[in-house]
């Protein structure tokens, strides 16, 4: 099976919705510094590492054409041209907390990318409507054909 260059054995699947999952294998995390100016063997003891992770989309299960395409065209997600996602956290002072919310920002961006409302029903029908017309004025409008 093809993998990002950068796969981690120790990523997990990312469920996205009840029906959309990132598997691991999916995914790719890089690791790096802004150290600006100065001394960088100091300066790089005090920074924390911003992760940058990566998800191919040709990798994911129960997306279809049109939602990837969605997600490739989603600014925030910054997709190249091969459907390879990125999002950058780096807000925590260690690796695994900005590897989790990278992942968290992931799913938020993923669903916003798709329009996913997780507390939207579908509308009850109209109770005019014929499905829900009950009662003997059917019965009497069944007599009168007959």
């Known amino acids: 099976m093809r993998r990002l260059p950068g796969y981690s054995a120790s990523m997990k699947a990312l469920q996205i919705t009840e029906r959309i999952v990132f598997p691991a294998v999916a995914f790719a995390a890089a690791y790096v510094r ?12 005090e920074t924390a590492s911003t992760v940058e992770l990566r998800v191919d989309l040709s990798l994911c299960e129960g997306l279809s054409e049109a939602e990837c395409s969605r997600l490739q065209a989603f600014p925030p997600l910054r997709a190249d041209r091969r459907g390879i996602l990125r999002v950058s956290f780096g807000e925590n002072n260690s690796r695994t907390s900005n590897l989790r919310g990278a992942r968290e920002v992931l799913v938020m961006m993923v669903r916003d990318g798709l329009g996913y409302d997780p507390d939207y029903e579908e509308p009850e029908p109209e109770p005019n409507t014929p ?16």
């Open 34 to 45: 802004d150290l600006g100016d100065g001394d960088g063997a100091d300066r790089a003891r």
């Open 131 to 146: 499905s829900h017309r009950k009662g003997s004025g059917l019965n009497k409008a069944r007599r009168r054909r007959s």
